[in-house]
């Protein structure tokens, strides 16, 4: 959330650079490979806006010089200090810084019409131009340095009018506090301001802006209560009871729980509280940034580490030069409580994201678990209680509904008879033989001779049988006799012939 | 306690073949007492034996093994074959085997269905062949069965 909403911040300070130079930064594209971190981006942007500044220096501080001439005579009711506070924020109304135009309008709104005219015009310019809040914040510095500068008088006297400031509060609460609590705010709201434009939907981060910048139906209400509050005090005190109210804030917020304070301001209601608080805190920021920022110059910046050392009264303030090379300054009046929260916040809301999401993950996974039957139905591959396993059951013990069932069936095959004894006794010597053991019920093996010798059949002679061989023998003899006698014939025959024609071929 | 025991023990002999003993038991029980206990120990022995002979790991026999297991008996019987009806002597073996209804048996004559149930029970655990001690736990199996008819 936190990455979608720094383009918006971006975009806001290259659209003020727009304003005040041709050339506009690169656009920041988080979230590109180019670009690595937001905070990187913002670096550079700060950075170009810097070497910018320098270079636009000469042109603001006449800018600054001439607005300071009006605004002097708007201030010139109270004490030098608003005539250094106000001119900052005529500049801001040309950068199009809506807190500085809300305070500076409320303080200008009792006074003279001039300087509201001065300061109204560049909002409506602003306004044209869309919401631009950070451009505004960045150009408000730039001013105020140029503010800082005009008065050529070293960032301690501006401190010190601070402290005066903070003097009369009811908080009673020394320089240093007031400092390190203006001091603050700044480096949440480098590391802050993603957060809050990511807590503020697209929605709510433009009617941040133009909480700032434009005076919105919701930004009317917020403004007009800034601007009662302005209108019931001078414009000095008006800043200086909202210096209060910040630092009264400030230890409340250092009692409170970063974390909660930071979830909330989500909510659309909140947006216009935050309004509220930021706008208290601008002119605070603005201030601190007017003194500290301003006194290092555009030349100075890149050095900006090494000019704490110059507001020795700033000496509790360690954190001050690194914050301001992060760039919180320019960032710092609408995000100003936001980038409190922001070095918590930063890492929580992603926790909790992460938190929800694993909750979010956890729930879903019970959901999703299946109501699968617990009970384990068989053949299913369901474990089941190894005590309610079949393989482990005695089979022997029967059932109870079995065992009712033979009890009823045993029950039901009771004779009672006249006398059983009797009856018994009767069948005592027949039961005996029931009780031996059975004879197997195979056929008896049949014995057979030992020897394996097949003997012929001998069978009587029959007379019949004999007559007809008798009878046959002797038809047999009988062909025989006269086959030997017909061949005897022949043979004789043959023998006379052999002989005969010998004897004739003898002859 | 309806079973005591010197029915118990008269049927132990019996069973174990010792039929002068038996039958000597016999006459030193109770009448009446053993119409009620030794009548009951006979059925639950028939029950037991029966049991134990045409159902093996659950499995109960057909009608055709019980049939078998009759003509045996009335084989064995000889001269005393018309001592065994054996419709009543195959439908008391299949009402122990669950294929025969309470109400069918009881319509059997008690003094006849007595004695078939000696003569099947005898039958039953002469095919058994027990040793003694099986025949001891037989009998504790029985006794508890016939007790428990009476509870």
Redesign the interface.
């Known amino acids: 959330m936190g990455v979608e909403r720094t383009p918006g911040t971006d975009t806001r300070t290259d659209t003020t650079n727009t304003h005040d130079r041709p050339s506009t930064p690169p656009p920041d594209n988080p979230g590109a490979p180019g670009q690595p971190s937001r905070l990187e981006s913002l670096r550079r942007a700060r950075e170009e806006q810097h070497a910018r500044a320098a270079q636009i220096a000469a042109t603001r501080e006449a800018q600054t010089e001439q607005r300071d001439k009006p605004r002097e005579d708007t201030s010139s009711t109270e004490d030098t200090d608003q005539t250094q506070d106000t001119p900052a924020e005529p500049e801001d109304n040309d950068e199009t810084c809506e807190p500085d135009t809300q305070s500076s309008e409320a303080d200008r709104d009792p006074e003279d019409p001039d300087s509201q005219a001065e300061t109204e015009q560049p909002d409506i310019s602003d306004e044209s131009q869309g919401a631009e809040a950070e451009p505004k914040d960045a150009d408000e510095t730039q001013p105020e340095t140029g503010d800082a500068e005009q008065p050529d008088t070293d960032d301690e006297e501006t401190r010190t009018r601070d402290t005066e400031r903070t003097a009369p509060d009811p908080s009673d609460e020394t320089e240093p506090e007031g400092l390190q609590e203006h001091d603050r705010p700044p480096l949440p709201q480098n590391e802050h301001q993603p957060s809050n434009t990511a807590d503020r939907d697209p929605e709510g981060a433009q009617p941040n802006s133009d909480e700032t910048e434009q005076p919105d139906l919701s930004d009317e209400e917020a403004h007009s209560q800034d601007t009662d509050q302005t209108a019931h005090r001078p414009p000095d005190e008006t800043e200086q009871p909202q210096v209060g109210d910040a630092d009264n804030q400030d230890p409340q917020d250092q009692g409170r729980p970063p974390l909660p304070q930071h979830e909330e301001p989500s909510s659309d209601t909140t947006a216009p509280e935050t309004a509220t608080e930021e706008t208290p805190d601008e002119p605070t920021g603005q201030a601190q940034e007017v003194a500290d920022e301003q006194a290092p110059a555009p030349e100075h910046r890149p050095h900006r580490p090494e000019s704490p050392p110059q507001p020795e009264a700033q000496a509790p303030l360690p954190d001050w030069p690194p914050r301001t090379n992060d760039g919180t300054t320019r960032w710092s009046t609408p995000t100003y409580r936001v980038d409190d929260r922001t070095p918590g916040t930063q890492g929580e809301p992603r926790d909790r994201n992460a938190e929800t999401q694993t909750t979010n993950d956890e729930s879903t996974k019970y959901r999703e678990l299946p109501d699968a039957p617990r009970d384990g139905t068989p053949g299913r591959g369901e474990l089941r209680n190894p005590e309610d396993d079949p393989a482990s059951r005695d ?1 022997s013990e029967t059932d109870p509904e079995k065992r009712s ?17 009797k ?3 009767e ?13 197997p ?1 195979s056929t008896p093996e049949v014995v057979k001779g030992n020897s394996p010798d097949m003997q012929p059949t001998q069978t009587s002679i029959k007379y019949g049988d004999a007559g007809i061989g008798v009878i046959g023998l002797a038809i047999i003899t009988v062909g025989a006799t006269r086959k030997a006698i017909v061949g005897s014939r022949w043979l004789r025959a043959e023998i006379g012939r052999t002989l005969g024609r010998d004897h004739g071929s003898n002859r | 306690m309806a079973v005591t025991d010197e029915q118990v023990a ?1 049927l132990h002999a ?2 174990a ?1 010792r ?1 002068e003993e ?2 000597r038991l ?2 030193q ?1 109770d ?1 009446a007492k ?3 206990g ?3 120990l ?3 022995a ?2 037991e034996a029966a049991e134990r002979r045409f159902i093996r790991a ?1 499995e109960v026999a057909d009608k055709a093994e019980v049939i078998d297991f009759v003509g ?2 009335r084989a ?3 001269e ?1 074959v018309d ?1 065994i009806d054996p419709e009543i002597a195959e439908r ?1 073996i299949l ?2 085997i ?1 294929q025969t209804s ?2 069918e ?2 319509s ?1 004559d ?2 006849v ?3 078939h ?3 099947l029970m ?2 039953l ?3 058994a ?1 027990f040793s003694d001690e099986e025949l001891d736990a037989f009998i504790v199996k029985v006794r508890a ?1 016939a007790e ?2 009476f509870e």
Request: aromatic letters at 8%; a positive charge; hydrophobic letters at 45%.
């Open positions: 089979y069932r033979r009890r009823e069936g045993l029950r039901a095959a009771v004779y009672k008879p006249g006398d059983a004894a009856s018994a006794n069948l005592s010597d027949k039961v005996k033989k029931f009780l031996d053991r059975p004879p019920k | 008269a019996q069973l073949g039929a038996h039958k016999l006459q029980l009448r053993a119409n009620e030794y009548s009951a006979v059925a639950a028939f029950f659950g045996s008996i064995r019987a000889e005393n001592l008391m009402h122990v669950g309470n109400e048996v009881r059997f008690a003094e269905a007595f004695k149930q000696i003569i005898a039958a655990v002469g095919e062949q069965d428990d008819l």
